[in-house]
Protein backbone atom coordinates (compact mmCIF):
# COMPACT_ATOMS: atom_id res chain seq x y z
CA UNK A 1 0.00 0.00 0.00
CA UNK A 2 1.16 3.78 -0.59
CA UNK A 3 1.59 6.03 2.18
CA UNK A 4 1.89 9.90 1.76
CA UNK A 5 3.37 12.51 5.07
CA UNK A 6 3.36 15.71 4.81
CA UNK A 7 6.26 16.74 6.79
CA UNK A 8 4.48 20.57 8.47
CA UNK A 9 1.27 20.43 9.68
CA UNK A 10 1.16 24.36 9.80
CA UNK A 11 3.15 26.81 7.61
CA UNK A 12 2.75 30.67 8.11
CA UNK A 13 4.44 33.18 6.20
CA UNK A 14 4.70 37.05 5.32
CA UNK A 15 3.46 38.03 1.69
CA UNK A 16 5.80 38.28 -1.06
CA UNK A 17 8.01 35.39 0.37
CA UNK A 18 8.97 32.24 -0.77
CA UNK A 19 7.28 28.89 0.22
CA UNK A 20 7.99 25.51 0.47
CA UNK A 21 5.28 23.01 1.46
CA UNK A 22 6.69 19.14 1.96
CA UNK A 23 5.35 15.94 0.98
CA UNK A 24 7.12 12.37 0.85
CA UNK A 25 5.60 9.40 -0.03
CA UNK A 26 6.37 5.65 0.39
CA UNK A 27 5.52 3.06 -2.25
CA UNK A 28 6.82 -0.48 -3.70
CA UNK A 29 5.45 0.53 -7.37
CA UNK A 30 5.31 3.03 -9.71
CA UNK A 31 2.78 6.46 -8.27
CA UNK A 32 1.20 9.58 -9.88
CA UNK A 33 1.66 12.20 -7.19
CA UNK A 34 -0.69 15.78 -6.84
CA UNK A 35 -1.28 18.31 -4.94
CA UNK A 36 -4.57 19.46 -4.04
CA UNK A 37 -5.58 23.25 -2.13
CA UNK A 38 -8.64 23.33 -0.59
CA UNK A 39 -9.56 27.28 0.39
CA UNK A 40 -11.67 28.00 3.43
CA UNK A 41 -15.34 26.11 3.46
CA UNK A 42 -14.65 25.11 -0.62
CA UNK A 43 -13.79 21.85 -1.55
CA UNK A 44 -10.65 20.50 -2.86
CA UNK A 45 -9.41 22.06 -6.30
CA UNK A 46 -6.61 20.24 -8.46
CA UNK A 47 -3.12 22.57 -8.22
CA UNK A 48 -0.72 20.28 -9.91
CA UNK A 49 0.06 16.53 -11.03
CA UNK A 50 3.48 14.23 -11.80
CA UNK A 51 2.77 11.63 -13.82
CA UNK A 52 6.13 11.29 -15.71
CA UNK A 53 8.73 12.81 -17.81
CA UNK A 54 10.15 15.93 -16.60
CA UNK A 55 10.68 15.89 -12.62
CA UNK A 56 9.54 19.31 -12.55
CA UNK A 57 5.49 20.36 -12.99
CA UNK A 58 4.08 23.35 -12.77
CA UNK A 59 0.41 23.96 -11.63
CA UNK A 60 -1.91 26.87 -11.53
CA UNK A 61 -1.78 29.80 -9.40
CA UNK A 62 1.83 30.04 -9.88
CA UNK A 63 2.95 26.83 -7.73
CA UNK A 64 5.22 24.06 -8.99
CA UNK A 65 6.59 20.86 -7.50
CA UNK A 66 9.87 18.49 -8.05
CA UNK A 67 9.49 14.84 -8.09
CA UNK A 68 12.49 13.29 -6.56
CA UNK A 69 12.15 9.64 -6.54
CA UNK A 70 15.39 9.07 -4.69
CA UNK A 71 14.17 10.57 -1.95
CA UNK A 72 10.71 10.07 -2.27
CA UNK A 73 9.28 13.48 -2.47
CA UNK A 74 6.90 15.61 -4.02
CA UNK A 75 7.91 18.95 -2.30
CA UNK A 76 5.46 21.98 -3.62
CA UNK A 77 6.80 25.98 -4.15
CA UNK A 78 5.75 29.00 -4.92
CA UNK A 79 8.37 31.75 -5.41
CA UNK A 80 6.25 34.39 -4.57
CA UNK A 81 2.89 34.24 -1.85
CA UNK A 82 -0.39 36.39 -2.32
CA UNK A 83 -2.91 36.37 1.08
CA UNK A 84 -5.35 34.39 -1.32
CA UNK A 85 -2.66 31.62 -1.12
CA UNK A 86 -4.09 31.20 2.56
CA UNK A 87 -5.61 27.58 2.78
CA UNK A 88 -5.11 23.61 3.24
CA UNK A 89 -2.67 22.00 0.83
CA UNK A 90 -3.08 17.67 0.22
CA UNK A 91 -0.65 15.49 -1.12
CA UNK A 92 -1.76 12.67 -2.82
CA UNK A 93 -0.20 9.43 -4.03
CA UNK A 94 -1.84 7.01 -6.50
CA UNK A 95 -0.28 3.43 -7.92
CA UNK A 96 -0.76 4.01 -11.64
CA UNK A 97 -1.87 -0.23 -11.78
CA UNK A 98 -5.05 0.53 -10.08
CA UNK A 99 -6.12 2.02 -6.73
CA UNK A 100 -7.85 4.79 -4.65
CA UNK A 101 -6.33 8.01 -4.52
CA UNK A 102 -4.09 8.33 -1.21
CA UNK A 103 -4.17 11.57 0.45
CA UNK A 104 -1.64 13.01 3.21
CA UNK A 105 -3.03 14.83 6.35
CA UNK A 106 -2.69 18.37 4.91
CA UNK A 107 -0.50 21.85 5.59
CA UNK A 108 -2.16 24.90 6.07
CA UNK A 109 -0.74 27.62 4.55
CA UNK A 110 -1.04 31.12 6.71
CA UNK A 111 0.27 33.73 4.50
CA UNK A 112 0.31 37.28 6.67
CA UNK A 113 0.45 40.61 5.21
CA UNK B 1 -22.89 24.01 -14.88
CA UNK B 2 -21.68 22.77 -11.31
CA UNK B 3 -18.91 19.44 -11.94
CA UNK B 4 -19.87 17.58 -8.60
CA UNK B 5 -22.62 19.19 -6.95
CA UNK B 6 -23.63 18.18 -3.25
CA UNK B 7 -26.51 19.55 -1.24
CA UNK B 8 -27.42 20.77 1.16
CA UNK B 9 -24.16 22.50 1.69
CA UNK B 10 -25.44 22.72 5.86
CA UNK B 11 -27.32 20.57 7.70
CA UNK B 12 -27.83 21.10 11.11
CA UNK B 13 -29.68 18.45 12.99
CA UNK B 14 -30.62 17.00 16.34
CA UNK B 15 -28.73 13.66 17.67
CA UNK B 16 -30.81 10.59 17.14
CA UNK B 17 -32.32 12.22 13.78
CA UNK B 18 -31.96 10.33 10.42
CA UNK B 19 -30.43 12.68 7.10
CA UNK B 20 -29.74 12.46 3.71
CA UNK B 21 -26.83 14.02 1.32
CA UNK B 22 -26.75 13.97 -2.48
CA UNK B 23 -24.21 14.08 -5.18
CA UNK B 24 -24.53 14.39 -8.41
CA UNK B 25 -21.92 14.77 -11.26
CA UNK B 26 -22.30 15.76 -14.93
CA UNK B 27 -18.84 14.51 -16.14
CA UNK B 28 -19.29 11.46 -17.45
CA UNK B 29 -17.59 9.91 -14.88
CA UNK B 30 -18.00 5.97 -13.90
CA UNK B 31 -16.59 5.94 -10.10
CA UNK B 32 -18.25 8.29 -7.16
CA UNK B 33 -16.59 8.44 -3.51
CA UNK B 34 -17.66 9.78 -0.17
CA UNK B 35 -15.70 11.58 2.23
CA UNK B 36 -15.46 12.75 5.84
CA UNK B 37 -12.95 15.42 6.70
CA UNK B 38 -12.73 15.87 10.38
CA UNK B 39 -12.23 19.18 12.24
CA UNK B 40 -8.11 18.67 11.57
CA UNK B 41 -8.79 18.81 8.53
CA UNK B 42 -8.37 14.85 7.55
CA UNK B 43 -9.69 13.33 4.82
CA UNK B 44 -11.01 9.35 5.54
CA UNK B 45 -12.48 7.47 2.35
CA UNK B 46 -15.96 6.20 3.71
CA UNK B 47 -17.50 4.39 0.58
CA UNK B 48 -16.64 4.15 -3.48
CA UNK B 49 -19.22 2.82 -6.18
CA UNK B 50 -18.08 2.06 -10.04
CA UNK B 51 -21.60 1.98 -12.06
CA UNK B 52 -23.35 1.56 -8.97
CA UNK B 53 -21.41 -1.33 -7.16
CA UNK B 54 -19.97 -0.78 -4.05
CA UNK B 55 -16.01 -1.26 -4.41
CA UNK B 56 -15.10 0.35 -1.32
CA UNK B 57 -16.79 0.13 1.93
CA UNK B 58 -14.33 1.26 4.75
CA UNK B 59 -14.56 0.70 8.31
CA UNK B 60 -17.87 2.58 8.74
CA UNK B 61 -20.35 2.49 11.05
CA UNK B 62 -23.75 0.62 9.78
CA UNK B 63 -25.81 4.03 10.46
CA UNK B 64 -24.18 5.00 7.37
CA UNK B 65 -25.74 3.59 3.98
CA UNK B 66 -24.37 4.79 0.62
CA UNK B 67 -26.58 4.33 -2.25
CA UNK B 68 -25.94 4.85 -6.16
CA UNK B 69 -29.29 5.05 -8.29
CA UNK B 70 -27.19 5.34 -11.33
CA UNK B 71 -23.48 6.30 -12.02
CA UNK B 72 -24.08 9.93 -11.85
CA UNK B 73 -25.68 9.92 -8.31
CA UNK B 74 -24.52 8.76 -4.82
CA UNK B 75 -26.46 9.52 -2.33
CA UNK B 76 -25.45 9.05 1.60
CA UNK B 77 -27.68 8.27 4.10
CA UNK B 78 -26.86 8.64 7.91
CA UNK B 79 -29.55 6.90 10.73
CA UNK B 80 -29.62 7.75 14.61
CA UNK B 81 -27.26 10.67 14.03
CA UNK B 82 -24.34 11.22 16.77
CA UNK B 83 -22.52 14.18 17.87
CA UNK B 84 -19.27 12.51 16.61
CA UNK B 85 -20.81 12.23 12.87
CA UNK B 86 -19.96 16.75 13.08
CA UNK B 87 -18.26 16.78 9.91
CA UNK B 88 -17.42 18.18 6.10
CA UNK B 89 -18.73 15.37 3.96
CA UNK B 90 -17.33 15.43 0.38
CA UNK B 91 -18.43 13.91 -2.96
CA UNK B 92 -15.83 13.23 -5.68
CA UNK B 93 -15.98 11.39 -8.75
CA UNK B 94 -13.35 10.26 -11.22
CA UNK B 95 -13.05 7.57 -14.01
CA UNK B 96 -11.68 3.69 -13.19
CA UNK B 97 -8.94 2.78 -14.81
CA UNK B 98 -7.56 6.79 -15.29
CA UNK B 99 -4.99 6.76 -11.75
CA UNK B 100 -3.68 9.33 -13.81
CA UNK B 101 -6.63 11.60 -13.87
CA UNK B 102 -7.09 12.24 -10.16
CA UNK B 103 -10.61 13.14 -8.54
CA UNK B 104 -13.05 15.85 -9.11
CA UNK B 105 -14.29 16.91 -5.38
CA UNK B 106 -18.01 18.85 -4.47
CA UNK B 107 -17.34 21.96 -2.48
CA UNK B 108 -18.87 19.59 0.76
CA UNK B 109 -21.89 19.12 3.01
CA UNK B 110 -21.22 20.23 6.22
CA UNK B 111 -22.99 18.73 9.03
CA UNK B 112 -23.72 19.57 12.46
CA UNK B 113 -24.87 17.49 15.09
CA UNK B 114 -26.58 18.93 18.09
Known amino acids: AQSVTQLDSQVPVFEEAPVELRCNYS??????LFWYVQYPNQGLQLLLK??????LVKGINGFEAEFNKSQTSFHLRKPSVHISDTAEYFCAVRRTSGSRLTFGEGTQLTVNP | DTAVSQTPKYLVTQMGNDKSIKCEQNLGHDTMYWYKQDSKKFLKIMFS???????INETVPNRFSPKSPDKAHLNLHINSLELGDSAVYFC?????????????FGSGTRLTVV
Open chain 1, 27 to 32: SSVSVY
Open chain 2, 92 to 104: ASSWAGREDYGYT
Open chain 2, 49 to 55: YNNKELI
Open chain 1, 50 to 55: YLSGST
